[in-house]
């Protein structure tokens, strides 16, 4: 099986007008993509929403772009927020080298006070198919994951939190997990597979100010590939991919 990752994290926050002001403490989404077989995988992770949020994804394709769209159509906006996890599964594209472009629509007819066409990021891979039928993708869209701030008290301060790094990566079937914390906070870490299963919760409790290190063992029926590591404290979130191989 031949696997591609490409990863990057961008901030969300600089593209959005008043008709979305949670990203003013929810901060940033991480893009990641990977190649298997005959499907592209698109993870947007940490998506910042209200938490009435349900994201109808459309993918289409002009040359060697592929353009994947998130509209919120809820209807009704919320007073909390939430960060979500949003997956499109895209299959039947002619071999090649594709970009593909993430945007996030929010709509006056959905409930938004303004109608914001959303940038949230690029990301480049290589599709070698064995077949090139239609082009067919589907999505997926986790459960909300709130902070146990009310809304109006949110406002995170840059370099309070950090996922800092994971090595090795690649690994097997042990790696160490590293980060930060300024302040004592309750810290979730927990393990998710490209589909978006939670594999393992490393770590759920209080976390004292300072620099932790979590080693983890993955099981041994754990397939090779890609799995995703996320850090939540609060209004923070950050996720890493990486590697295990067999």
Known sequence: MKTIL????????????????????????????????DTIYLWDM??????????????TRSADTIYVVQTDTAGQLATCGCVFNLR???????RGTYWIAVYRDLLKKYGYSDDVHQF?????????????????????QSGCSPSSVP?????????????????????????TVQFRTTRTE??????????????????????????????????KDSNSGIYFCRMVAGSFSQTRAMVLLR
């Open 6 to 37: 490409v990863a990057c994290s961008l901030l969300l926050c600089n593209a959005i007008s008043s008709a979305q002001p949670l990203c003013d403490f929810m901060g940033k989404d991480s893009l990641f993509v990977a190649v298997q077989q």
């Open 46 to 59: 940490a998506a910042c929403a209200y938490c009435s949020a349900t994201f109808d994804l459309h993918v």
């Open 88 to 94: 499109a599964s895209i299959t039947g594209l002619p």
């Open 120 to 140: 949230i990021g690029a990301l480049q891979c290589q599709y070698e198919p064995a077949t090139s039928p239609a082009l067919s993708w589907n999505s997926y």
């Open 151 to 175: 809304l109006q008290e949110r406002r995170a301060v840059p370099g309070e939190f950090a996922l800092l790094q994971i090595y090795p990566n690649p690994f097997n079937p042990s790696a």
């Open 186 to 219: 309750y810290v979730v870490i927990k393990i998710f597979d490209i589909l978006g299963r939670e594999v393992q919760t490393l770590l759920a409790e209080n976390a004292t100010p300072g620099l932790h290190a979590l080693t983890f063992a993955m099981a």
